[in-house]
């Protein structure tokens, strides 16, 4: 029996693991889950109410992180990780990074106020979105400088951490903003390649009907 990736398609942590069983080639069912509902299912899977879950072989796991260290053990081809000991944890850094410090202002600021807000019936904090454009150059400097000219940020090939890094960027570009290229060109080059790498591409079509969809709803009412 096939996986199933329980989620909202649009929430980064989903779109990281959706890479990850798409490039691991591994066939697997997306069952859409609102984690502002917390319904019981959702708690069932996910004790802290968040996605994504997978179910596997009738076994639950939650958290894209750990999902994604499973996925890599049980399909180790292609590695997205890294057998270096070293290597292996600053990929994992990356992650970490990604999911901890751009998520508060690319995901939960930008692409929620400008896109989720509207949704639901309430105003864009532009204030809010402002600040957190103000606070994400550091971090771009940071990754920029990591990457130091590099295709990918670790072994020069794709990982884990590239993932992650591009699916908060790809959020924050839903909310209207993206990686200057002309500042920071080696960056924005990276969420450039893993958007259009076949894993990403069927993803973010998805996405983009979705997008449409709350756009077209927001504008009519």
Request: hydrophobic fraction near 40%; charged fraction near 25%; charge should be negative.
């Amino acid at each position: 029996m096939k996986p199933t990736l329980y989620g909202a398609p649009l929430s980064p942590f989903v779109r990281k693991a959706r890479i990850v069983l798409a490039e691991k080639g591994i066939d697997y069912d997306l069952v859409p889950l609102d984690p502002f509902r917390k319904s019981e299912e959702l708690l069932r899977l996910s004790p802290l109410g968040r996605v994504p879950a997978l179910v596997d072989d009738g076994k639950t796991l939650a958290d894209s992180g750990v999902i994604a260290q499973y996925l890599e053990k049980k399909w180790p081809t292609p590695p997205l990780y890294a057998d270096d000991p070293y290597l292996h944890a600053r990929v994992v850094w990356f992650e970490k990074y990604a999911d901890y410090e751009l998520v508060p202002l690319c995901t939960f600021s930008v692409f929620r106020q400008r896109l989720l807000m509207p949704m639901m019936g309430q105003g864009c904090d532009e204030q809010l979105v402002q600040s957190a454009l103000q606070k994400l150059p550091a971090h771009f400097d940071y990754l920029e400088q990591q990457l130091d000219g590099a295709d990918h940020l670790i072994d020069n090939r794709l990982t884990v951490a590239d993932i992650a890094v591009a699916s908060q960027c790809i959020n924050m570009g839903h909310g209207g903003e993206c990686v200057d290229a002309q500042r920071w060109p080696t960056l924005a080059a990276l969420v450039e390649r893993v958007k259009a790498r076949p894993s990403a591409a069927d993803c973010l079509a998805q996405e983009a009907a979705i997008i449409d969809k709350i756009r077209a709803r927001t504008a009519g009412g």
